[in-house]
């Protein structure tokens, strides 16, 4: 665990990021390729787009690449814009 973090507060965090991960696997948009293999993407999470050979391997890359998103989004300190009534906030240190 991060040094500064209480555990009651981790927690929270881990659970506001599952909760937007969640809300934009709820948006995600599937199509099936040519090739049958499949292509997802999230509307309103611009890049956010991911593929796979099955609907579900898609779908677990697709997580995979919200939660890279964020933490990206975290990182150059952009907004993070709110999805299914979820919002994710950064508050910023010092």
Wanted: glycine share 10%.
């Amino acid at each position: 665990m991060p040094r500064g973090v209480p555990g009651a507060a981790r927690t929270r965090e881990v659970k506001m990021i599952r909760a937007y991960i969640d809300a934009a696997l709820e948006r995600a948009r599937y199509t099936q390729l040519e090739d049958g293999s499949y292509c997802a993407e999230v509307r309103g999470l611009r890049g956010a787009i991911a593929t796979g050979a099955t609907l579900e391997s898609c779908r677990s890359q697709l997580q995979e690449v919200v939660e890279e998103w964020i933490l990206v989004r975290v990182a150059r300190g952009l907004d993070i814009p709110a999805l299914g009534g979820v919002r994710i906030r950064i508050r910023k240190a010092g």
